[in-house]
């Protein structure tokens, strides 16, 4: 593994005890240029690992808390008349920054959570016909409670494929959440986050992601993972070119992060739960399935 | 939800297949049972439908004991007896219904589909017709569905097409095996078990006495009596005449048939005309006389019945036909035949007592006129011809003296009047005369090249025995002249050509249903000869063609067992070494790598990449570590890197060799 990819996982292991695959994860989506979803109950550390990614990585950061009243000017900004100069300017919300934590995402309106996710599509936002680009590199992590807690507008699946992965965090081990339990306060070791890595170097490394090398081999693997979906009675749909796109990406991330130019179909294994699970709708939708679990059927697609 | 638990609840989708494929497996046995109680299973399927879909609550365990009790009682009640095919049958419908309201696990919807498959035979004990074999066909492609739904825990409704499909080829695929052992399986001469009197069954065609208006009934009805296949020929019209009962003792209103000893070969007499020679197929019509060209050469042959004959040449099996019967026979159409016992004498000229005078005055009328007796049958015939007759299929009550009724005063009737009278009037005269019942002429399917005869060509006629001629046959409903003739169906039968007024486009829609009925027919008959017919003397025929001679038991069974298992060896092998194609020498170079370690134990499993697969490899066989591993890196490099050439490709072919002759 690159160095500078070696240190952000390292120096963040050690503010999230335990969750090196999780961290692993977010790190391959933010390099392939999507944007994450971590879906998990309150007070597993979905907060704390946003805010160690964008302290680690030098990143500008900001907040927002979603609530059922938040409205898309709250997130976007608007214009506003300066009696001072007698103008109407544009205040920038929230959402221009490089790293956005959009925290339970599903407490907002499907009004507000379209306009978020749609600035997340188009990197820029358009208010009273002017375009302004949003800052670069660009990164979403939003979190959402499980979708059947109360108070909740569930995203729907054409929201959801905005995301490149979808990842739960999951209680700790018992070491792990020994650790934290007999380790200091959390809040105070949070100040001495020291950034690891230049966001133009960040830029770079995104860069690098589209040159890693995915053979012929390799596509015939996942057009056949994309036409498994499609003719399997497990799931009611297929997957889309985008999620096609979507796995090559990360795959190609999860590749780099292994410190190879070439992606093997085992990269496309470690990452395909986390890509393609909030993609698919099993066809017995009577149980609650994890993301290994709902693609399990995968595993009936030979590697070329 | 555990996978143990998913695996025991049969899937929503599932459970409504199996209704639908129950449903059909038991719909002929519904319609063959008391409706009442077909009703209360109709009841039963609803119940359950309206729990599927609406979630109606299922009965408690005792309402449902008390069900069963029920049930079982009814059955009981409904034929009598718990045993036999209908019984039986109809309690095995029975019970399947009621298990629809405790089917819960998997397990009970498993256990609901094998008694639906074995619910298939039943449905041949009563009808084995083309339309029953076809109908089951679908019920066993219908239940191979459901358990392909049964078992997809992932599946739904709406992929019906995948289930119907994927039973369809599983059926096409047990195709051969099913023609194999339907052609080889060894065949008993006697079925294996039999199967027991079925109640009071209506017995149909010809009865063994003749009243008056006893044929008119029987002919309305379009069912067919018996198909023949003639070997050359096939004899005029005015010859085909299908020799059933011969009646003899007539109480002046009822005709019946005689005691008489029985014999091996038809009784001796002299054939004038050319020999013809075919095949019967009869129905079975629950009586033991057969039907035999006008006069029988020969003792048929068929396969498990023995044959005899009476004097008067009436054919007997020596059990009641109960299934569709063939034999071969020879006939001779012209003939000569003297036989006349004084038993025979005495019986054929008998009437009783007083009961028709007036007919008795009009025979003594012409013996005291002094004509022959060729003279007296002639005038007897010319009668029907002169006088008024008309032939018609509702004639009027008689009373008391039938015949002389019949003579003089209503002079409408049926065949069976005018023989009945003719006879009479022969027998008033002094001459030797007796009814002969069976069947005159008959269709000729030309699709099928036999002919076929229905009931409707029922017949009674007349034998008169005459000093210069022996028995001579005397038709006395031919004297009747077409124009005397009332029922327009009737018409056709006197004369070929229909004098019927259609329009053009009529007759041809006619011509093309008499096509279709002779192309069904023609198709019932070979089904009749080839599938339900095939027996052990078929198979043994067929097997000498195949050049087989020695078909005895062991050896049928032997090769039946040595071809399946051929078959089932073929498709192993088939589905043992089919893979894709590999033309890239990379791939193959690998798969050959593959193949040795899969030798060695270590098979890879179809999602395994190559780092993993090594990794494995190397754990499990550490000395074997850097040569996987060697190959496992170049061959990384030829499929998924940029980087690789044609001297990595030779490199990797020597790898593997070498990695061959080292494990």
């Known amino acids: ?304 | 939800m555990g996978r143990n638990e998913l695996a025991l609840t049969p899937p929503g989708h599932g459970r409504l297949w199996l209704l639908g494929a129950l449903f059909l497996v038991t719909l002929p046995h519904l319609l063959r049972m008391p409706p009442w109680l077909s009703i209360s299973c109709l009841l039963i399927f609803g119940w359950r439908l309206l729990h599927e879909v609406r979630g109606y609550d299922l009965p408690g365990r005792w309402l449902r004991y008390l069900i069963v009790f029920i049930g079982i009682a009814a059955v009981g009640a409904a034929y009598r007896t718990l045993l036999g095919p209908d019984a039986g049958v109809a309690l095995l419908t029975v019970m399947l219904c009621l298990k629809l309201l405790e089917l819960r696990t998997l397990r009970d919807a498993m256990i609901a589909l094998f008694i639906g498959y074995f619910m298939v035979v039943g449905g041949f004990l009563f009808s084995q017709s083309i339309a029953m074999g076809g109908y089951l066909f679908l019920v066993v492609l219908a239940l191979t569905a459901t358990l392909i739904a049964l078992n997809h825990p992932a599946g739904r409704l709406a992929d019906y097409r995948l289930y119907l499909s994927t039973g369809g080829k599983l059926l096409l695929q047990s195709l051969p095996l099913m023609l194999l052992m339907f052609l080889l399986f060894p065949r008993l001469s006697n079925p294996l078990w039999s199967v027991p009197e079925q109640g009071p069954s209506a017995r149909t065609g010809l009865s063994d006495t003749i009243e008056m208006g006893s044929i008119s009934n029987l002919v309305q009805s379009q069912a067919v009596a018996f198909r023949v296949d003639f070997d050359g020929n096939v004899p005029a019209a005015d010859a085909l005449y299908w020799r059933g009962p011969v009646l003899w003792h007539t109480d002046g209103r009822r005709w019946e048939r005689m005691q008489m000893p029985i014999q091996r070969e038809p009784p001796a007499f002299e054939v004038l005309g050319e020999e013809v020679a075919y095949t019967v197929t009869l129905e079975p019509h629950r009586r033991r006389w057969i039907f035999a060209l006008d006069l029988p050469l020969n003792r048929p042959r068929a396969a498990n019945t023995a044959f005899y004959f009476l004097p008067d040449f009436q054919l007997l099996s020596e059990r009641e036909v109960k299934e569709k019967l063939r034999y071969a026979m020879r006939s001779a159409t012209a003939y000569r035949l003297d036989t006349l016992s004084p038993a025979m004498h005495a019986a054929a000229t008998a009437l009783p007592g007083i009961a028709n005078p007036r007919t008795r005055r009009l025979a003594q009328q012409w013996l005291e006129e002094g004509i022959t007796p060729a003279e007296i049958v002639q005038r007897g015939y010319r009668l029907f011809r002169e006088q008024p007759f008309y032939y018609t299929r509702q004639p009027p009550q008689l009373g008391d003296d039938p015949v002389d009724e019949f003579l003089f005063s209503t002079r409408r009737g049926f065949c069976e009047h005018y023989a009945s009278a003719f006879v009479t009037l022969m027998r008033a005269a002094g001459l030797p005369a007796r009814i002969v019942a069976g069947y005159q002429g008959g269709e000729f399917n030309e699709l099928g090249d036999y002919l076929i005869v229905r009931q409707s060509n029922a017949h009674a006629w007349a034998e008169v025995w005459l000093q210069e001629q022996g028995w001579l046959r005397v038709d006395p409903t031919t004297a009747v002249p077409a124009s005397r003739v009332e029922s327009s169906v009737d018409a056709a039968r006197f004369q070929s050509t229909s004098s019927l007024d259609d329009g053009a486009g009529f007759a041809a829609l006619r011509k093309l249903y008499r096509q279709f009925r002779y192309g069904w027919d023609a198709l019932n008959h070979s089904w009749n000869q080839w599938v339900l017919g095939f027996d052990r003397q078929k198979q043994l025929e067929l097997l000498r063609k195949l050049g087989l001679h020695t078909a005895s038991w062991g050896w049928l069974a032997g090769i039946m067992v040595g071809l399946v298992m051929a078959v089932v060896a073929l498709i192993a092998l088939l589905t043992l070494f089919r893979r894709p194609p590999r033309r890239d020498p990379v791939a193959r170079l690998y798969q050959r790598f593959c193949d040795k370690l899969a030798k060695a134990g270590l098979p890879r499993q179809l999602d395994e990449g190559p780092t993993d697969f090594a990794a494995r490899v190397s754990a499990a066989r550490p000395e074997l570590a850097s040569a996987v591993q060697r190959i496992s890196q170049l061959y990384i490099r030829l499929r998924y890197t940029r980087h690789g050439g044609t001297q990595d490709i030779e490199s990797l072919r020597r790898l593997v060799r070498e990695f061959k002759a080292q494990i």
């Not at chain 1, 059947?148 to 792990?176: C, K, N, W």
């Not at chain 1, 809040?187 to 690098?208: F, G, H, N, S, T």
């Not at chain 1, 999620?243 to 190879?260: C, D, H």
Request: glycine letters at 6%; charged letters at 20%.
């Open chain 1, 1 to 304: 593994m690159q160095p500078p990819l070696q240190q952000v996982i390292e120096q963040a292991g050690r503010f999230i005890l335990g969750k090196e695959h999780p961290i692993k994860l977010s790190l391959a989506c933010l390099l392939a240029r999507g944007h994450l979803l971590i879906e998990d109950l309150p007070g597993v550390g979905k907060t704390t690992l946003s805010h160690v990614l964008a302290g680690t990585l030098g990143l500008e950061y900001n907040r927002i808390q979603f609530t059922s009243d938040l409205l898309p000017a709250d997130i976007l900004g608007g214009t506003v008349y300066e009696r001072d100069s007698g103008a109407f300017t544009f205040h920038p919300g929230p959402i221009f920054s490089q790293l956005i934590l959009a925290d339970e995402i599903n407490r907002a309106t499907p009004k507000t959570q379209s306009a978020m996710l749609e600035a997340m599509e188009e990197q820029q936002i358009t208010i009273e016909g002017k375009s302004y680009p949003l800052p670069s590199p660009f990164f979403v992590i939003a979190t959402q409670n499980p979708t059947y807690q109360i108070g909740t507008f569930p995203l729907p699946e054409s929201q959801l494929d905005r995301f490149l992965m979808v990842i739960t965090l999951g209680y700790p081990a018992h070491d792990a959440e020994r650790a934290l339990l007999m380790g200091r306060e959390r809040r105070d070791m949070l100040q001495e986050i020291k950034p690891v890595i230049r966001p133009e170097e960040l830029l770079a490394l995104q860069r690098q992601v589209r040159e890693v090398h995915a053979s012929e081999s390799l596509i015939d693997y996942i057009q056949a993972l994309l036409a498994f979906s499609r003719h399997s009675p497990w799931y009611l749909t297929g997957l889309s070119p985008r999620a096609g796109l979507s796995l090559l990406s990360a795959s190609r991330a999860w590749a780099l992060l292994a410190g190879r130019d070439h992606v093997m179909p085992e990269d496309v294994q470690a990452i395909l739960p986390y890509v393609v699970a909030h993609r698919l709708q099993p066809a017995d939708d009577t149980t609650v399935h994890s993301a290994e679990a709902l693609v399990k059927p995968f595993a009936e697609v030979p590697i070329p």
